[in-house]
C-alpha cells in the first residue's frame, strides 16, 4: 500500500494555471503507475491522466489533451499535474491514485487514493 498526500487546489480565473502535487509514501513509488482523476459535483469520478512507472508513458482525457501534463520525480516520490488554461467546467476535486498495473485510465484499476484537492476555476 502506498499513501498518497494531493496539493496545490485552489481558486483561479478561467485561464489561468495550477500545479497539483501528489506526495506519495510507504511503498516503492517508481513500481507505480499514477494516475489524475476528478469528480465534480453530481459526477462521476473521472479520468485525467496518468503517466507510467518511469515516466516513459502518458495518457490524457480528451477534455485536457493540450493543457494538462502529468510528469513524476521517482528521486522525489511525487507526481504532477500542470493545469493550464484552466476552464470552469476543470471545478472539480481532484484525485491522484496507485496502481502496479502499466496502463490504467479507469479508477477501478487503481488500488490506493489521496484525499482530494478542490479546484475552483471562475469564469
Known amino acids: 500500500q502506498v499513501q498518497l498526500v494531493e496539493s496545490g487546489g485552489g481558486l483561479v480565473q478561467a485561464g489561468a494555471s495550477l500545479r497539483l502535487s501528489c506526495a506519495a509514501s510507504?511503498?516503492?513509488?517508481?513500481?507505480?503507475?499514477m494516475g489524475w482523476f476528478r469528480q465534480a459535483p453530481g459526477k462521476e469520478r473521472e479520468f485525467v491522466a496518468f503517466?507510467?512507472?518511469?515516466?516513459?508513458?502518458?495518457s490524457y482525457a480528451d477534455s485536457v489533451k493540450g493543457r494538462f501534463t502529468i510528469s513524476r520525480d521517482n528521486a522525489k516520490n511525487t507526481v504532477y499535474l500542470q493545469m493550464n488554461s484552466l476552464k470552469p467546467e476543470d471545478t472539480a476535486v481532484y484525485y491522484c491514485?496507485?496502481?502496479?498495473?502499466?496502463?490504467?485510465?479507469?479508477?477501478?484499476?487503481?488500488?490506493?487514493w489521496g484525499q482530494g484537492t478542490q479546484v475552483t476555476v471562475s469564469s
Open positions: 491514485a496507485a496502481t502496479y498495473r502499466d496502463f490504467a485510465a479507469r479508477w477501478y484499476e487503481y488500488n490506493d
Open positions: 503517466i507510467t512507472q518511469r515516466g516513459s508513458s502518458t
Open positions: 510507504g511503498r516503492t513509488f517508481s513500481l507505480y503507475t
